[in-house]
């Protein structure tokens, strides 16, 4: 009996892992557009189209009925299904896309502190801007203020999420081509969702 609940539930800890997977990536494919085009336009230019960039991608993910299931669900159902599979699976070595998702787990953690919790604070100077004030220039002001620090936490973010992705993908595409109704019963849910929310 034990075997088949854990069969069962390694299945639906699978289902919910790559579910969220996709669902964290498309929301990712937004949200890095902004740095992307900051990155790729040289000048101030390309700090306003940035700008304009994640105004744009702030309309898809930050709506007050999407964002806890698209971002914050999606990501709370990636780790906890991860953790449940390493449970009932646990393996002597830990594999580079393993690592790479333990270590995105803590500075994910505070880049959503700093970037979308403390601008949530009723304290000045930030009860004095709206969400939407908070610009590229938050983070232009923070690689000014304590350029170490930042850079390091963004390049541990980025080569972090790098990894886990490259290594999650392949496993995503074999996934994906088993669990296909599945998945896209899914997909048609969330769409269906973000229609609705628009």
């Not at 007050?64 to 914050?72: F, G, M, Q, S, T």
């Not at 390091?152 to 994906?176: D, Q």
Request: hydrophobic share 50%; net charge positive.
């Amino acid at each position: 009996m034990a075997n088949a609940t854990q069969e069962r539930l390694w299945r639906y800890a699978t289902l919910a892992q790559s579910a969220s997977a996709a669902t964290v990536g498309s929301v990712l494919i937004v949200h890095l557009a902004a740095p992307v085009v900051a990155a790729l336009v040289p000048g101030p230019g390309g700090v306003d189209l940035a700008n304009q960039t994640m105004l744009l991608g702030r309309e898809y993910y930050q709506q007050a009925l999407l964002e806890p299931i698209v971002v914050w669900g999606a990501m709370g159902m990636h780790v906890g299904a991860s953790a449940i599979r390493r449970w009932l699976r646990p393996t002597k070595r830990t594999s580079w896309h393993a690592f790479a998702g333990l270590a995105l787990i803590p500075v994910v953690a505070w880049h959503v502190c700093l970037n979308r919790l403390v601008p949530m604070t009723s304290r000045a100077p930030i009860a004095h801007l709206s969400p939407s004030e908070l610009d590229m220039a938050h983070v232009g002001a923070g690689l000014q203020t304590f350029p170490i620090v930042t850079w390091s936490f963004y390049t541990w973010l980025c080569v972090a999420g790098a990894v886990h992705m490259v290594g999650g993908l392949p496993k995503l595409r074999r996934r994906y081509a088993r669990t296909r109704s599945a998945m896209q019963a899914g997909l048609a849910l969330a769409g269906g969702a973000m229609q609705r929310t628009a």
